[in-house]
């Protein structure tokens, strides 16, 4: 197991024990994204992964191609405004998040994608030079019953910055394929 990982899962481990989380400890999250299955993404597991540094020149060019709002694109117009200074675009944290949940979370070979997320909300303002992480905890775990070879996950999903604030939550529901068939 690389380095990375075993420090992942042992973050994975400490989060859990210092938020009072539920964590399941029957089998082990697989570390390798192309080994995991609907039947690892067990509720009451909580992980924690990656880090990605806010750069200035991403937070400005990501505005101004899709959410060109002063706070966003305008270094001087931003520090006279409400937030004090240059803020990211929440889509673009969104799309931090989403780069970080692909490369530690989702598998490759399972996941089949989401019909959607619910109880979005963006919790902090999101700066140049912020480096953020993500925090995972699945709440449910079904198969479905008119597709049995896959199941739906929900989970918690928190992006935290380097002061573990959360700046951004979500609730999200992914079909991931099973490892075996269902039992007829």
């Given at each position: 197991m690389p380095a990375a990982d075993k420090r992942a899962m042992r973050r994975l481990a400490e989060t859990a024990h210092d938020q009072g989380s539920a964590m399941t400890t029957a089998a082990p999250f697989p570390p390798q994204r192309e080994q995991r299955w609907f039947e690892d993404y067990r509720p009451g597991l909580v992980l924690e992964f990656g880090a990605v540094r806010v750069d200035e020149a991403e937070v400005i060019e990501?505005?101004?191609?899709?959410?060109?709002?002063?706070?966003?694109i305008d270094p001087d117009a931003a520090a006279q405004g409400p937030y004090g200074g240059l803020i990211a675009s929440g889509w673009h944290t969104g799309s931090l998040?989403?780069?970080?949940?692909?490369?530690?979370?989702?598998?490759?070979?399972?996941?089949?994608?989401?019909?959607?997320?619910?109880?979005?909300?963006?919790l902090a303002p999101v700066r140049p030079g912020d480096t953020l992480s993500v925090r995972v905890a699945i709440l449910e775990a079904r198969r479905s019953q008119s597709k049995p070879?896959?199941?739906?996950?929900?989970?918690?999903i928190e992006v935290l910055n380097q002061r573990r604030e959360v700046v951004m939550s979500m609730k999200a529901i992914n079909f991931i394929l099973c490892r075996t068939p269902a039992a007829g």
């Open positions: 990501f505005a101004r191609r899709y959410d060109p709002q002063p706070f966003h998040m989403m780069r970080l949940l692909v490369e530690h979370y989702l598998s490759p070979v399972a996941s089949l994608g989401s019909p959607g997320l619910d109880e979005l909300r963006w070879d896959r199941g739906l996950v929900r989970a918690k």
